[in-house]
Each structure stands twice: as C-alpha cells, then as structure tokens.
T-cell receptor
Framework: QQQVKQSPQSLIVQKGGISIINCAYENTAFDYFPWYQQFPGKGPALLIAIRPDVSEKKEGRFTISFNKSAKQFSLHIMDSQPGDSATYFCAASNKGSGNTGKLIFGQGTTLQVKP | DAGVIQSPRHEVTEMGQEVTLRCKPISGHDYLFWYRQTMMRGLELLIYFNNNVPIDDSGMPEDRFSAKMPNASFSTLKIQPSEPRDSAVYFC??????????????FGPGTRLTVT
C-alpha cells in the first residue's frame, strides 16, 4: 500500500522528442506527488510537484499529468534535450499520516537524450 | 544558504571497520532524513528525525547501523562493523514541514562509501 511503482526503468529519447515516465500508487491517502531529478554525482532535487485537486501542472517543458481515479501520474518532458539526461524519481506523501513529510520514492528512471 | 552539507564525500574502508557519516541540515528545517542509494535497490529511506527525535527507523537494515541527531544542526549515521554490501551512496536530506503546504526535501551531495 505504501509502494510507488515507476516505469520504465530506463528510457532513450532523441533530442526534441517527448519523454514520458509513469508512476502508479495504491494508497488513496497520498496527497502530494513530486518528481525529483538527479544528475550523476549529485543528490536528487525537486523538479515539479502536483496535488490531487488538479489534473495537470506545467512548468516550462515539464508537465505532470495526474489521474486520480486510476491512481497514476506521469511526467512528460517536451522537446527533450541532452541536458535532461538524468535519473528521475516519482514520489508520494501522505499529509494525513502525522504530517511527517515522509516521501515514498519510486524505483527511478534513467533517461538518456541522444543528440 | 549552503544547503545540506555531508562529509566525507568519499569514504573507502576495510570490512570490519567503523564508518561515520556526517550531515548538517539546512538551518531551520525540522525534519532530517537518511537515505541509501544502490543500483539494485534504488533510493531507500533508512531513518528520519523530527526536531532531533528519531521517528521511524524501520528502514535501518541491521543493528550494525545507528543514527543520532544530538542537535538541530548535526546528525551522524554510523556503521559498525562495516561490510562490503554496505557499499552505496548515502544521502542526507532535510525539510521544513511545519506549516508547509509541500514537503520538498533538500538533498545533500551524498557520501560514496566503498567497503573492501
């Protein structure tokens, strides 16, 4: 119930293409869904986040699509660039559980954008 | 702000030795998290603290692992004795949750531990 399942494990996209990473969850109490981006040798950093009261959030080339009924959310990277090559983690949090801010992370997706 | 600070950045030690990893969270943050990252298991939460008090240590793999937070600006993760399977990158992260509407965690640069 606490798991967040992420796919695919790895992704190769041509420059200018669309990168799509999917996540699914079981716990309907989750109310915060961030995506983290990690470059080699660095710690993960928050990229974009969404709450379940909206179905989509866009920030520049990055968009989160959220489907509450299906308990799924996805990250879309438009016009993918070689600089986007990194590992991406989805995550979820349950504010109701004592408001701990504990994040449940997916397994990660390694994205390679070819020039 | 300097962000989350971790030391050392790299640690190479022999099996059986004690290893201590250090973390300084962002000033004013009330939560501190320790994670371990490996290729096989991804990003695993080991333990987290709230206002210096350990809240959940269910992710700590064995009794060989221990963590402390003696004050709001310092935490340690200790492995004694270390084993080759402990080789991983260990991240510390902090966040400000009280009154927040999101739970952004700020990660440090990590400590790459190699146990030979």
């Amino acid at each position: 119930q606490q798991q967040v399942k992420q796919s695919p494990q790895s992704l190769i996209v041509q420059k200018g293409g669309i990168s799509i990473i999917n996540c699914a969850y079981e716990n309907t109490a989750f109310d915060y869904f961030p995506w983290y981006q990690q470059f080699p040798g660095k710690g993960p950093a928050l990229l974009i986040a969404i709450r379940p009261d909206v179905s989509e959030k866009k920030e520049g080339r990055f968009t989160i699509s959220f489907n509450k009924s299906a308990k799924q959310f996805s990250l879309h990277i438009m016009d993918s660039q070689p600089g986007d090559s990194a590992t991406y983690f989805c995550a979820a949090s349950n504010k109701g559980s004592g408001n701990t801010g504990k994040l449940i992370f997916g397994q990660g997706t390694t994205l390679q954008v070819k020039p | 702000d300097a962000g989350v600070i971790q030391s050392p950045r790299h640690e190479v030690t022999e099996m059986g030795q004690e290893v201590t990893l250090r973390c300084k969270p962002i000033s004013g943050h009330d939560y501190l998290f320790w994670y371990r990252q490996t290729m096989m298991r991804g990003l695993e939460l080991l333990i987290y603290f709230n206002n210096n008090v350990p809240i959940d240590d269910s992710g700590m793999p064995e009794d060989r692992f221990s963590a402390k937070m003696p004050n709001a600006s310092f935490s340690t993760l200790k492995i004694q004795p270390s084993e080759p399977r402990d080789s991983a990158v260990y991240f510390c992260a902090s966040s400000l949750v009280w009154g927040a509407t999101n739970y952004e965690q700020y990660f440090g640069p990590g400590t790459r531990l190699t146990v030979t």
